[in-house]
């Protein structure tokens, strides 16, 4: 699963990174939000100040870190990256907040992951950029109130949802990215290719794309391994037949699902009937965590009309027993 996970590891990052879009120019697909985004950030500028806290909310791999990059490169201004789980004590904020420059940009990921006492710390930042120090302990504890520099807050998360809602209130705009077009796809692929030298034809990138989950982290990914297995396989040269054997290798379907997609759904027509059934259950029958059940594949497979979910559950939809070829049991909808 490795080889499609939208989580990025070790050399993987480093390619990842030379391939990101620096500006907002470069940008391919989600039309909208970068239509406001540019907005913000170009009122922003004539005005001299700092924009708006952004929220970004969306699956893995959609482009927010790249996005959270380009802000501030739009703007001119030094970024500062931090991740919710790495903000354990409101002092691991504090740390950082007190040392931000004017107009910095800080980007905190899976911002929905953040301790406590560090996001009601950020409630006051984001709003006066001020935060209070807490001296000493029990009765005798004081907050000394420290101003910091103006700041531009950018947050991602793959589950807005739990943001609680005063901090979701203080942002000033929430981007929410949806998966890619197919041809959205092919433009990221052929951008890749063309920076790392390879030759890609139009229909070999048209099948990368349509196995790419609309997702540009693993349509890079896949790219990846279909110059391996043309290298070793096909000295090089890269075709739709080539591409296409390469992705069955690596266990990505015609419609781009992949093992993880599989296996939830399987286990939800053939262990429990089509569903509905509930989130945990059906994680423990995966073998999975049922936040990488909820986060990596149900996103993916709802935008494709495969799973739907209910008050009462996961329920498989009649496309979903078609995909497997399946019949639909007799009173599968109810
Ligand atoms: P996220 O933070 O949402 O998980 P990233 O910003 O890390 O996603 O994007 C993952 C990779 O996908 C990046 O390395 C970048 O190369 C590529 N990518 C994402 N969005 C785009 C885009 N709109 N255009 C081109 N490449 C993109």
Do not use: C
């Not at 590891?9 to 990842?16: A, T, V």
């Not at 990215?177 to 063309?194: C, G, K």
């Not at 990488?292 to 799973?307: S, W």
Request: charged share 25%.
């Amino acid at each position: 699963r490795e080889l499609v996970s939208p989580d990025a590891e070790g050399d993987e990052r480093l390619i990842e990174a030379a391939l990101r879009p620096r500006r907002l120019s470069e940008f391919i697909g989600q039309a909208r939000v970068r239509e406001q985004l540019s907005l913000v950030l170009q009122s922003a500028l004539l005005r001299g100040r700092p924009p708006d806290h952004v929220l970004m909310s969306g699956p893995p791999g959609l482009g927010k870190t790249t996005l959270a990059m380009i802000i501030a490169a739009e703007l001119g201004a030094p970024l500062r990256v931090t991740s919710g789980p790495a903000l354990e004590r409101a002092g691991d904020l504090a740390a950082i907040l007190s040392t931000l420059s004017d107009g910095e940009v800080l980007f905190i990921d899976e911002i929905h992951r953040m301790a406590r006492p560090a996001e009601e710390m950020l409630y006051l930042a984001m709003e006066d950029f001020r935060v209070d120090i807490v001296v000493g302990k029990g009765p005798g504890a004081t907050a000394i109130p420290l101003d910091i520099a103006p700041f531009t807050l950018v947050g991602a998360t793959t589950r807005a949802g739990l943001l609680p809602a005063p901090l979701r209130d203080r942002f000033g705009f929430t981007a929410h990215m949806d998966f890619y077009e197919r041809a959205e796809l092919e433009q990221v692929l052929s951008r890749s290719a063309r920076l790392l030298s390879m030759t890609l034809p139009g229909e070999a990138g048209e099948e990368i794309a349509g196995r790419s989950r609309g997702t540009p982290r693993i349509a890079n990914r896949l790219l990846r391994r279909v110059r391996d297995f043309a290298d070793v396989r096909a000295e090089g040269l890269i075709t739709r037949d080539i591409a296409s054997a390469a992705l069955n290798l690596y266990e990505v379907d015609a419609e781009g699902l992949d093992r993880l997609d599989r296996a939830v759904l399987t286990a939800l027509l053939r262990r429990f009937g089509g569903g509905p059934v509930g989130l945990s259950t059906l994680a423990v029958a995966v073998g999975e965590e049922p936040e990488t059940v909820e986060v990596v594949a149900e996103p993916f497979l709802v935008r494709q009309g495969l799973l739907a979910r209910t008050p009462r559950g996961r329920v498989a939809t009649a496309a979903a027993w078609a995909h497997f070829g399946l019949p639909v049991p007799p009173g599968a909808f109810g």
